[in-house]
Each structure stands twice: as C-alpha cells, then as structure tokens.
C-alpha cells in the first residue's frame, strides 16, 4: 500500500540546518524499513505554472499556482506502509523531524 | 411458537448477534460495506423465514451462514470486484492468527475500525451506531437531528475511506491501546450524553434509546476489555446517571436537580451495579483515571438516602482528584459546586467568577451563577444570570426549569 505524505507549510524556502538533518535521519529509517519510495522538496508555489489544453484552441499557460492558498505542499514523500496504522505512526515522526505538518493520503 | 415470540427471537438475535455477524463478514470479506449489507440480508431473510420455519436452534449461526452466502453471491455478481476480494485476501494474509482471549473478539476489532482516530468524531459516533449498534440509518440520523440523506453519505463517505486508506482492522498494539481505547471510550461517552441531554427544541429531554445503546456497547466494550479500569469506570458512570433518570425530568417536563429528586424513585438495580463497578476499581488499587473519578463523585450521590446526607467533604476530595487529572475549566465549574454546599455560596461564587473568560459560551456557567447568587439574595444579578442561561440552553427540560426559576424571583 502507498500513501502520498504531503509537507505543509506556510512559508518559502523556510527551512533550517537542523531540519535538513533531522529528515535525513528519518529518511535513513523509511529506507531501512522498507517504507522509502520517493522524497522530494519543492519549489516555492509562485514559480509554478499552469497549462490547460482541454480546449480546441490554443494551450492556455498561467503564470503562478492554481489555487492561492495561505498554505501549501512545501515538499512530498512516497511511502511503503502495510496500512494507515503503519502510515501514520511514520508520519507522527516525519512530522516532528521536518517540523510541519503532514498530510497522508492512499494512492488508488 | 407464537409469532410474538418469534418477532421477540428476532429482536434478541438482533441485539445480540448484529455485530458478531458484522464483525465476522469483515474479517472474511476485508469490507465493512460487503459485511453490512449482507448482515442486513440475512437479518431480512430471518424475518421472512423464521415466522415459517421456525427459529433456529442457532440463531447466530444461521444468521452468520447466511449472511456469508449473501456476501459471496453479491461478489460472484459484481465481477468487478475482483479487485476488492483480493484485496480483501491480501488484507487477510498480512494478519496474524488470533491468540486466544477476550481481547480477540472480532467485534472488538470492528470497534477499533469504526473509533479510528483519522475519523471524524461525529462519523466515529455514527459508524459505530450502525456498525456495532446495529441502528438503521434512519435511527441515527434522528438521534442525531440530521437528514437521512446527510447521515447516509457520512457513512458511506467513512466505509471508502476505510477502504482506500486502508484503516486497519484489529486491536492496536499495546503501545497504542491506551489511547485507543479512551478513543472508543469518548465515543459511547458522547452517545450516552446526547440521550441524557438531548439537544434541539423538538426533542424530548432524554433519549432513552440512546442512553439504553450507549449502555448496551459499554456493557460490550468492558466485556472485552475486562482489565481496563475505565472502560469499567465509564460503565458505572453511565449506570449511576441512568439510575436517576426517572426522577430526573417532572411530569411537567420540567428538569428537576439531584437535590430535589424522589429517591425513591431512583432504579435500585443500576445503582446496585454501579456502586459494584466503584468498589471494584477502588479494590484493584490501581490510579483511577476520569471516568473513574466521575463515577465514584456519582457513587457518593446516590449512597445519600437524602440529599442533605451527601457527604460533600468527600465529593469535593474526588474533584480535586479530578482537576489534577482533567484541569479544564468545566471540571472546576462542577467542583464549585460541590464547594458551595461545603463552604458556602460566596467562596463558590468567587471561584466560579473566574471561570467567566472560559465558559462565557455555557450554559451550565450561567446556571451555576444564578443559582449562587440567588442563594447569596443577589436577585437581580441572579435574574441576569438566567437570562443568560436560557438564551445558552438547548434541552427542553432545562428550559422550563431556568424560566421557573427565574420567574420565582419575580
């Protein structure tokens, strides 16, 4: 079973040294337990871009998110859990290593 | 047999057997969906059956054979829910086989799934009422005042979460029980005190039928976790409470408070086995927790064969216990009042005073006031007080004694 973990936050570019280290802790532990699939940080969101080609004209491309929210994904996990039980002690420890919040969430 | 009885054999195998056989299909078939409406099946084959055939001679058995017959059929149908069963075997096979003990009844697991933490609150309360209760969906929207529809959706809503998300089905480890359990504990808590304290204009003031189910699955809960000293602190609380109710609320619909209650008729069974589950827990020496404290304050209440014998001095010493273990302002609220029959109206109200940042949005807090100051001769700040009570106060019963009250002062 795989859930999406989905770093909130609601500042840019706002992390420090310590945290850094602390999820590279937690993410020696996802390996070593078998829970590690993929880890990424993002962007902030104003350097997203949107595309919309649904129509029969021209692609329409936005600059910017495509929702302004006060919060938003700073950064995702992958992860390998036997069920949510599993999934979300994991998450209670991502949580404090990367100091945000966390959202879990099954994939199909 | 007569067709009462057989009805009558219907209505106890649905009491008794619903959630076994719910809890049974779960396990089999890894969906609460599949299980539910194939208990419901065999439940409607049983009313269409029995009167005929005669009840079985064992009810829960044929009930579980045939509920098991309609899950399988209902997924040989729905081809494409291939994927679901093996899911469900997958969901089976990482499971360890059950070590014997109570702790290992499968409804015990259903509990744990439907009091799961990443429920909402309210949906935990309805998945269980329907799931372990066995009440309709209809039944629970009325309790809880909501559209049928709404109720519905909020429990199907819960039935795909457990299922995409995989919510587990089992007791948590032992790391994680504590938690758990007060969990499930808050849950039956929370039915129990929408029945004796039913909210909205068109209610009654107490819903037995959820007070007699908040009951009934505390009743199941401390059967399977006979060594948690609060599920059986909860159990007692909840009888103690129950014990009153009738002569809680006067023919008049009026709320009548537990110093001006007809002992007498108070229900001597339940307070027999409240006070039992009291000493019980005090025997095991073991540090009680809230629900414990909160029963053993209701067990001095109805030790007093009269109002003016409730040894306050000792009920005051359960609230301090109980501060220290929940210091939440509503908590000192009711330790207040214990302290004005010990100490007097004014040292309560100088206490209560403080509470008025807190709990300016409760009731209770303006009821507790205005009955201070009215002993205190205060009438108009008293009348102010129940003013503001009154605009607070969704039961019906505590209205009609609010306006009496006030009205009194004239």
């Known amino acids: 079973m795989q859930y999406l973990v989905s770093v909130i936050d609601d500042r840019t570019a706002s992390g420090t040294d310590e945290e850094m280290a602390a999820i590279d802790v937690f993410n020696d532990r996802l390996r070593a337990g078998g829970h590690w699939v993929f880890a990424g940080g993002l962007a902030s969101p104003g350097t997203a871009t949107v595309v919309d080609s649904r129509g029969d004209g021209a692609p329409v491309v936005t600059d910017g998110p495509f929702v302004e929210t006060k919060e938003h994904v700073a950064g995702l996990w992958v992860w390998e859990a036997a069920d949510l039980d599993e999934a979300l002690a994991l998450a209670v420890d991502g949580s404090k290593a990367c100091h945000r919040k966390l959202e879990v969430r099954p994939f199909l | ?410």
């Open chain 2, 1 to 410: 047999m007569s067709p009462a009885d057989v009805t009558e054999a219907i209505v106890r195998a649905h009491h008794d057997e619903w959630a076994r056989v719910v809890a049974s299909l779960t396990r089999r078939f890894g969906d609460l969906d599949v299980a539910e409406d194939a208990a419901a099946e065999a439940f409607a084959t049983a009313v269409e059956r029995w009167p005929a055939d005669g009840v079985p001679p064992n009810p829960g058995g044929w009930l579980t054979t045939t509920a098991n017959r309609r899950a399988i059929d209902r997924l040989r149908r729905e081809s494409k829910r291939g994927e679901k069963q093996r899911a469900a075997l997958m969901w089976q096979d990482d499971d360890p086989a059950p070590a014997p003990g109570p702790v290992d009844d499968e409804r015990l697991r259903l509990i744990f799934t439907c009091c799961h933490p990443a429920l909402a609150p309210e949906t935990r309360v309805a998945l269980t009422l329907r799931m372990v209760g066995g009440l309709t969906v209809p039944e629970i929207a009325r309790a809880f005042l909501v559209q049928e529809t709404a109720m519905g959706q909020r429990i199907t809503r819960a039935k795909a979460k457990i299922r995409a998300a995989r919510i587990p089905y089992r007791v948590p480890a032992a790391g994680d029980l504590p938690a758990r359990v007060s969990g499930v504990l808050a849950v039956l808590f929370l039915v129990f005190n929408e029945g004796y304290l039913a909210t909205g204009p068109g209610t009654d003031p107490v819903r037995a039928d959820l007070t007699a189910e908040a009951i009934r699955l505390a009743r199941l809960v401390r059967t399977l976790l006979p060594e948690d000293g609060e599920a059986a602190g909860l159990l007692a609380l909840m009888l103690l409470t129950e014990a009153r109710r009738p002569a809680r609320v006067a023919a008049s619909g009026e709320l009548v408070p537990l110093d001006r209650q007809d002992r007498s008729a108070w229900d001597g069974a339940l307070v027999a086995e409240g006070h039992r589950l009291v000493r019980e827990r005090l025997a095991s020496g073991v540090a009680p927790g809230r629900y414990q404290v909160l029963a053993a304050i209701n067990a001095v209440h109805t030790s007093a064969p009269d109002a003016r014998d409730t040894d306050w001095s000792q009920v005051v010493a359960l609230y301090d216990q109980l501060v220290r273990l929940d210091p939440s302002p509503v908590v000192a609220l009711n330790r207040a009042v214990a302290v004005a029959e010990l100490d007097g109206p004014e040292v309560a109200l100088a206490t209560v005073d403080r509470l008025g940042d807190a709990l300016a949005r409760y009731h209770a807090f303006h009821a507790t006031r205005a009955e201070l100051l009215r002993r205190l001769g205060r009438d108009p700040e008293a009348r102010a007080a129940y003013d503001e009570a009154l605009a607070l106060a969704g039961n019906t019963a505590e209205t009609a004694y609010l306006t009496r009250r006030r009205d009194e002062l004239g």
